[in-house]
Structure formats: C-alpha cells, structure tokens
C-alpha cells in the first residue's frame, strides 16, 4: 500500500491521461487473521474450561503467587491480596509450566498478554484492567458482589 503513490505516480506519467489507471487497489493486503489461523485444541480448551471452573477466582500468571516471575504477575497478586480476596477461593496457574497453556489461554480469551483473571468463569482482563479496575473502585465491588472475599472484609470497607 506504501509503494502506491509512487507507482501510480509514475504509471501516470508513463501512459498519459489517468483514465487508464485502474480503480481499484493495485495491492491489497490479506486479512491479519487469515496469516495467523487459530489453532486452540479441543483437548487444551477443554483443559481450560476446567481450570477456568476450577475456583471462583483464577489467575493465569507467570511464576506462582508465591514467587511471580514478572512485575505485572506481581502486581495482579498484590492487588487481588489488597482487595482481600479469600485465598479458598483463589487458585493460580503458572503458564511458564505449559507452552501450549501459555498460548491457549490467550486464544481461549482472545486477550495478547499474561497475567489474565477469571472471576465466576467470566474473563476480566489483564494487570492493566485490574490496575484500572482497582484504582477506581470497580474491582472491589465486582468481588463483592461474587462472594469471594475474605469474610468480614466486606463490613470493614463500608465501616
């Protein structure tokens, strides 16, 4: 598509009146997704599926809550401790253990990045949307609202 305007320019210059260019694109390129085809296994997301139901809050991350080996896995465990989700109904799984889980996870949410978090089996999004969700109060009332926080955390937020 770059390349157009000069070899249109010099079509024009070597055929004459611009009648003769055509009306359509000379390049035209293929649909990004024809080049990457997605190739999510039954057997991975099925094996998703269950690990998505496996807890009322999951977290697919890089390392494990207890050591993340990455700043935006940290940060997502931070937050969802600052927000006192009960650690009963919390699981992680650490993507780094299982390559076609690494790639799976993003294909089966259709999100690029990792860490991802699921809250009642519903995809909430990555650090960023945590981040922001936090800082605006939003988080906290989604998990709320599902019950998945420490008993008594609740009435001292309001208190």
């Known amino acids: 598509m770059l390349l157009r305007p000069a070899f249109t320019a010099s079509l024009r210059l070597s055929t004459g009146p611009s009648?003769?260019?055509p009306k359509t694109p000379l390049l035209t390129l293929p649909n990004f997704h024809t080049l990457h085809p997605r190739f999510l296994s039954t057997t991975t997301?099925?094996?998703i599926t269950k690990a998505v139901?496996?807890?009322?809050?999951?977290?697919?991350?890089?390392?494990?809550?207890?050591?993340?080996?990455?700043?935006?896995?940290?940060a997502s465990i931070q937050i969802l401790g600052l927000q006192g989700v009960d650690?009963?109904?919390?699981?992680?799984?650490n993507v780094l253990e299982d390559e076609e889980l690494r790639q799976g996870i993003k294909e089966y949410s259709d999100w690029p990045t990792i860490p991802q978090l699921y809250v009642e089996k519903e995809f909430v999004g990555?650090?960023?949307?945590?981040?922001?969700?936090?800082q605006s109060g939003e988080l906290g009332k989604l998990l709320e609202e599902k019950g998945v926080l420490v008993e008594g955390e609740e009435e001292?937020?309001?208190a």
């Open 19 to 21: 009648s003769l260019l």
């Open 87 to 93: 650690p009963a109904k919390f699981t992680a799984f």
């Open 45 to 47: 997301r099925a094996a």
């Open 53 to 74: 139901s496996s807890a009322p809050v999951v977290l697919f991350m890089k390392g494990t809550p207890e050591t993340p080996q990455c700043g935006f896995s940290r």
């Open 126 to 134: 990555g650090c960023d949307i945590l981040m922001s969700m936090h």
């Open 156 to 158: 001292e937020g309001k």
